[in-house]
């Protein structure tokens, strides 16, 4: 495969992150449907609330999903000066296929839509890059990437002396994805499946750990993992650790 905006992987590699791409899809598209709300209510029939967030959270979490499932795959060509732009594209690709998902699940019944919580397209759009943005840290340490990419997603201004620190509700962006997903998973089923105290949970969320640090990573890896906290790490949790 002769692509210059992907890494030259072999072309079985491409079909096996075609399969990894396309099991997500098969977990995911179900729950995103499950969003889809009746155009029409019989009258004395009560109407649902709207549920924006829960349902743009449902979309992060697919997005979150398929980059990691090709991303991980990328893992040899970390030192590549093309890295970061790779990645940049991934994220295009992602969002692309994340918006063709809602499309398609929305044309399946015209009686029921999923635009009924009131999220607009560009609402969903946004929240897609943010958490993709987001996510793309801790592969690339946080090496700047396409600028037009970056102006969409964040509007933070470098400080003087550095980088601005992340800004803390991305990380609580990510958060609400996991648990959205997976609602019986506690804080602490997070920490203990990434390896990392309470006490750093709260730092990471106020954005005082910097993204691609070691809590960071850890934290980044459960909550994108696609798994229930308590299926990642199977060790007894000792009793009053925190």
């Given at each position: 495969m002769n692509d210059p905006f992907r890494p030259p992987l072999h072309p079985v590699a491409w079909?096996?992150?075609?399969?990894?791409?396309d099991k997500v899809d098969q977990r995911q598209w179900p729950l995103i449907a499950s969003w889809r709300v009746p155009n029409y209510f019989p009258p004395g029939?009560?109407?649902?609330?709207?549920?924006?967030?829960?349902?743009?959270?449902?979309?992060?979490?697919?997005?979150?999903?398929?980059?990691?499932?090709?991303?991980?795959?990328?893992?040899?060509?970390?030192?590549d000066e093309h890295y970061p732009f790779w990645l940049s594209k991934l994220t295009e690709r992602i969002l692309q296929r994340v918006l063709?998902?809602?499309?398609?699940i929305d044309r399946k019944d015209d009686k029921a839509t999923l635009w009924f919580h009131g999220?607009?397209?560009?609402?969903?759009?946004?929240?897609?890059?943010?958490?993709?943005?987001?996510?793309?840290?801790?592969?690339?340490?946080?090496?700047?990437?396409?600028h037009?990419?970056?102006?969409?997603?964040?509007?933070?201004?470098?400080?003087?002396?550095?980088?601005?620190?992340?800004?803390?509700?991305?990380r609580e962006s990510l958060r609400d994805s996991y648990r959205a997903a997976f609602p019986d998973a506690g804080i602490m089923d997070i920490?203990?499946?990434?390896k990392q105290h309470y006490?750093?949970?709260?730092?990471?969320?106020?954005?005082?750990?910097?993204?691609?640090?070691?809590?960071?990573?850890a934290f980044r890896y459960v909550l994108a993992s696609g798994k229930d906290a308590k299926q990642l790490r199977r060790?007894?949790?000792?009793?009053?650790w925190k």
């Open positions: 079909e096996q992150i075609k399969m990894l791409l029939t009560p109407i649902p609330s709207q549920y924006p967030l829960h349902f743009m959270n449902t979309l992060q979490v697919y997005a979150s999903q398929l980059l990691k499932a090709e991303a991980d795959q990328y893992e040899q060509f970390r030192s063709n998902a809602i499309d398609a999220a607009t397209r560009p609402e969903v759009e946004q929240a897609i890059k943010t958490i993709l943005w987001d996510l793309t840290h801790p592969y690339t340490g946080g090496i700047a990437r396409d037009a990419q970056v102006e969409t997603v964040r509007t933070e201004s470098p400080a003087p002396d550095g980088p601005a620190a992340p800004h803390p509700s991305e920490c203990w499946a990434a006490r750093d949970w709260t730092r990471w969320l106020k954005g005082e750990h910097k993204n691609g640090s070691k809590p960071d990573r060790e007894v949790r000792p009793k009053n």
